[in-house]
């Protein structure tokens, strides 16, 4: 199971901090996901951390502002967001995936997905 926090209101440059947190799994073994869905379109993909940490993934749309991090100790994986934008605002979702070879930018390759933490940005 796959718990998303810290999603909130705020202003347009403000900055958030997103966690997942997992159990039941062994985190360690899985490459994690940040996907985002505006109201009325189809959810994208935002950034993607591979299971070491050694490899990271991000939409142009994010890049520069966001960075995906992740502590295996603590079985979390966080996105820090920086200068938040109007467009921004979106239901985002963790997820996860067992399997290496599949690409980290689409939704198919995700087995495990989380509830969802909203983000409003105002203008």
């Known amino acids: 199971q796959l718990q998303a926090s810290g999603g909130g209101l705020v202003q347009d440059g403000d900055s958030l901090r997103l966690s997942c947190t997992t159990s039941?799994?062994?985190?360690?073994?899985?490459?994690m996901g940040w996907f985002r869905q505006a109201p009325g379109k189809e959810r994208e993909f935002v950034a993607a951390?591979?299971?070491?940490?050694?490899?990271?993934y991000y939409a142009d749309s994010v890049k520069g502002r966001f960075t995906i991090s992740r502590d295996n100790a603590k079985n979390t994986v966080y996105l820090p967001m920086n200068s938040l934008k109007p467009e921004d605002t979106a239901l985002y979702y963790c997820?996860?995936?067992?399997?290496?070879?599949?690409?980290?930018?689409?939704?198919?390759?995700?087995?495990?997905w989380g509830q969802g933490t909203l983000v409003t940005v105002s203008s």
């Open positions: 997820a996860a995936k067992k399997t290496y070879s599949s690409s980290p930018y689409y939704t198919q390759g995700y087995d495990y």
């Open positions: 039941g799994r062994t985190f360690s073994t899985l490459d």
């Open positions: 951390i591979n299971r070491s940490g050694s490899r990271t």
